[in-house]
C-alpha cells in the first residue's frame, strides 16, 4: 500500500506555527494526504494525543519534533525520549537510531533554515537516516544540492512542506510504501527506516508564504 505522508509539519506549538492541529488535518485531508507528521520545534506531540487525533478524524498523525541540535535541526519521528536543546548532532542521531525511531535530516544543505551541512550529513550517512530533498519551504537550489547529496550517499529521499500555516501542509509530501501492513505511523516508521520512501510535490507559493509571515507576526504581537 502506498500512503502519501507530509512528514514536516508545524502547528501553533511551535513558537512560529500559527494553525491547530485540526485545521493542519483538514488542510492535509484536502489535498489528498493520508496523514501528516507534526514535527514542532522542540516541542513534542504526545503519542496519546497524536492517536486520539487520529481516532477523532480516521486520519494518520504522526508525533514527531524537530530537534535544534548544535549543528542544526533534525526531524525525529516518533520520538521515545525528551531532546534537550543544543544536544550534540550525532548524539541526537544516535540516541534516535537506538530508540528505533526514524530520522529524517531536514533542508541539509540550506543554512538559512538552520540545515546541518554536508559534513554533518556524512557523518550520520552510516546510520538509517534520510535525507529531505523536497522541502517547500526551501529555496529550489538547496533542495537540488540536497538531492545530489542524498544520490551520493545512496540515503533516502524524503519530501515535507515544513508547514507553519495549515493552507501550506502537503505542498511537499513523501510517497510512503507500507507493504501489507495497516496504515498507521509505526508502519510508516517502519517503511522509513526501510528506505522505502521518495519525495513529490511543489514548493510554498509566494502569497501563502507572505501569509505565514503575516500571521506569525501578528500571533508575536498578540503575546506581548
Keep these: 500500500m502506498q500512503l502519501r505522508v507530509d512528514l514536516h509539519v508545524h502547528s501553533a506549538a511551535s513558537g512560529d506555527g500559527c494553525s491547530t492541529i485540526e485545521d493542519i488535518i483538514a488542510a492535509a485531508r484536502a489535498k489528498g494526504l493520508d496523514g501528516v507528521a507534526i514535527t514542532d520545534h522542540d516541542v513534542q506531540l504526545s503519542a496519546q494525543s497524536a492517536m486520539e487525533a487520529s481516532a477523532r478524524h480516521s486520519f494518520i498523525v504522526i508525533p514527531g519534533v524537530e530537534v535544534s541540535t548544535d549543528a542544526g535541526h533534525l526531524l525525529v519521528l516518533l520520538p521515545r525520549r525528551e531532546f534537550r536543546r543544543g544536544l550534540p548532532f550525532m548524539e541526537a542521531v ?58 551520493s550517499l545512496s540515503l533516502p529521499r524524503a519530501g515535507g512542506s515544513d508547514a507553519h500555516l495549515a493552507k501550506a501542509v502537503g505542498d511537499a509530501w513523501t510517497d510512503i510504501d507500507i507493504g501489507s501492513d495497516a496504515p498507521s505511523p509505526e508502519a510508516v516508521s517502519s517503511a522509513i527506516l526501510m528506505g522505502r520512501i521518495s519525495p513529490s510535490g511543489r514548493r510554498t507559493s509566494k502569497l501563502v508564504s507572505l501569509e505565514t509571515v503575516l500571521r506569525r507576526t501578528v500571533r508575536k504581537g498578540s503575546e506581548r
Excluded at 100 to 127: C, F, L, Q, Y
Design 94 to 151: 544516535d540516541q534516535s537510531a537506538s530508540d528505533g525511531s526514524a530520522v529524517v535530516i531536514p533542508h541539509p544543505t540550506d543554512p538559512i533554515s538552520h540545515g546541518v551541512g554536508e559534513p554533518a550529513v556524512r557523518s550520520a550517512s552510516p546510520r538509517r537516516v534520510a535525507l529531505e530533498t523536497l522541502n517547500a519551504s526551501t529555496l529550489t537550489r538547496y533542495n537540488r544540492s540536497a538531492a545530489r547529496l542524498a544520490e
